[in-house]
């Protein structure tokens, strides 16, 4: 396949396609993230506030999802500029690991 001079042109692999879902993602990502950070900060306020039981397992996630959620928008702003799903791979990990670790879930 060329342009026309002779020149090759480059498929469109998979890989590149897939380049193309980032931007959507890394938006994604980072609204979501942007919203848990504050989220993190009340929920966390409201259990100090109401002590239910388990307060313990509560506020380890509360603490973990925070954190979880500055590095999520970190990487989703990333996965915005670089277009390469190595990045975003490693924070979907973690972030459905955060949503697993729910402790409504299990307590």
Do not use: N, Q
Not at 29 to 49: I, N, Q
């Amino acid at each position: 396949m060329s342009d026309g001079d002779g020149a090759p042109v480059a498929r469109h692999s998979i890989e590149s396609r897939i380049a193309l879902a980032m931007l959507p993602l890394g938006g994604a990502m980072a609204l979501v993230a942007s919203l848990a950070v504050p989220g993190s900060v009340v929920f966390a306020g409201v259990l100090l506030w109401r002590w239910p039981a388990h307060v313990g397992w509560w506020l380890a996630w509360t603490i973990g999802a925070g954190v979880a959620s500055v590095y999520l928008l970190r990487k989703g702003i990333e996965t915005m500029s670089t277009f390469d799903w190595h990045v975003a791979a490693p924070a979907v990990v973690i972030g459905v690991t955060t949503a697993a670790l729910y402790p409504g879930w299990w307590l």
